[in-house]
DNA sequence: AACACCCCCTGTCGGC
DNA sequence: TGCCGACAGGGGGTGT
């Protein structure tokens, strides 16, 4: 599930039980996820107080007091949920899937946040705060495309000179923050641009914005702002952390669509989908140039 | 530097 | 039915 839009849903679903509370026991119930977890990884937690819940890519931040970060990556298929201890709270039954919960923080409130992640590509790491931005997972990370700098100017400075198509200058960490397979192929559909075009061809010499750039930093703030808004897109059955579903996946225009007439209207095209970089890239092939 | 691949792992779905 | 391959929201690491 999880993309910006989809980690930030998380966030904000974790970010009321967890900031104020304290970590009071921390099952870790398998040695590694992605990677092995850091040593002393439960000992390290306990009894640690979250002071805010951040998120920087798509990896959540769980600000701790003594100054270290609890860092959370959810790669494909992590998921967390929340059992709140107080009575008359909704229980979702996930019986079913409890093999795959891998770690679980009791906190002092009552409320008991599980990790579960049939894939286990998540990771979790505990870094000081004051030195996370160097982190090598960190350092090389790009702008968040929901703050203020992203707009056609960025875009065009980012990708001038660029012989890599779109699609996948707008994958890449480095450049831009956030976005997967799913918001990138949307954004792209928005802007009317071809996912195959030479990233370089937004940009005139010297990282000149071009209207195409323009539009296409507009659509990507479009699309995510009213993914977040949805509570992000749940595909395979994805839940937040309140066990509620977000519902963005039913504005896909093209994502998933292959086949599918386009949206755009007077278009008359059918969504393509074809391989880049070894990844589906889904597009109409009319009115995306 | 800038790609292109491969891999990690489990679950699901479509085709035969 | 069952089996088998393709594919799935990510991204680190290696090799060219």
Avoid: W
Wanted: hydrophobic share 40%; net charge positive; aromatic share 6%.
């Amino acid at each position: 599930m999880p993309e910006l839009p989809e980690v930030e849903t998380v966030r904000r679903g974790l970010e009321p039980t967890m900031v104020g509370a304290r970590i009071a026991k921390v099952e870790q119930r398998r040695a590694d996820l992605r990677f092995p977890f850091p040593p002393d990884f439960a000992r390290r937690l306990t009894g640690r107080r979250v002071e805010a819940m951040g998120r920087r890519a798509k990896y959540l931040l769980a600000d701790l007091d003594g100054g270290d970060v609890l860092v959370m990556h959810l790669g494909m298929s992590g998921s967390f949920r929340i059992d709140a201890d107080a009575p008359g709270v909704f229980h979702h039954d996930r019986s079913k899937d409890a093999a795959h919960d891998h770690v679980v923080f009791h906190l002092s409130n009552g409320a008991a946040v599980t990790y579960n992640d049939p894939r286990r590509f998540g990771f979790m790491l505990l870094e000081e705060r004051a030195s996370l931005a160097e982190h090598k997972f960190f350092r090389d990370i790009g702008v968040e495309p929901l703050g203020n700098e992203l707009d056609g100017a960025l875009l065009a400075r980012l990708f001038d000179g660029k012989a890599a198509p779109l699609k996948a200058a707008l994958l890449d960490q480095t450049l831009i923050a956030g976005l997967g397979n799913i918001y990138v192929c949307e954004s792209l559909h928005r802007a009317g641009l071809s996912p195959r075009r030479a990233a370089g061809t937004i940009a005139r010499k010297g990282g000149v914005a071009t209207a195409r750039a323009v539009l296409l930093a507009r659509c990507i703030r479009e699309v995510l702002e009213e993914a977040v808004a949805a509570g992000g897109s749940s595909l395979r059955d994805h839940r937040r952390a309140d066990g509620s579903l977000g519902y963005f996946q039913h504005n896909f225009r093209v994502y998933d669509r292959e086949g599918a007439a386009c949206s755009t209207p007077s278009c008359g095209g059918i969504v393509k989908r074809v391989a880049q970089s070894g990844r589906s890239t889904f597009f109409c092939g009319v009115c995306q140039r």
